[in-house]
């Protein structure tokens, strides 16, 4: 059983940064993709980042440019860096890890942007 473990939510003002982490509980998962989601007010969750490895990295559109995704050391540990953030970018954040056939999400964290 693999447990993710999201924290560093908050609120901000538009403009400002956040850096968000996820834990995951136990071996490196060096070879496997770590995401993070984001479901805004209403809306369906969507993806925002992903990494494979450590360097790895894919991100949403709308965050381009603005968001880095990144690995700790340790590797069973992924940051998202998000700078100027946007109202749009108000959502409760979550980390997904897709292994041995399961899909496994944290629990979410809070980020509220206010204009």
């Known amino acids: 059983q693999v447990q993710l473990v999201e924290s560093g939510g908050g609120l901000v003002q538009a403009g400002g940064s956040l850096r968000l982490s996820c834990v995951a509980s136990?071996?490196?998962?060096?070879?496997?993709?770590i995401s993070w989601h984001r479901q805004p007010p209403g809306k369906q969750r969507e993806l925002v980042a992903s990494i494979i490895g450590e360097d790895g990295a894919g991100y949403r559109e709308s965050v381009s440019g603005r968001f880095n995704i990144s690995r700790g050391l340790g590797l069973n540990t992924v940051y998202l860096q998000m700078n100027n953030l946007k109202p749009e970018d108000t959502g409760v954040y979550y980390c997904k890890l897709p292994i041995g056939g399961q899909t496994y999400w944290g629990q979410g964290t809070q980020v509220t942007v206010s204009s």
């Open positions: 136990g071996s490196p998962y060096r070879s496997n993709v």
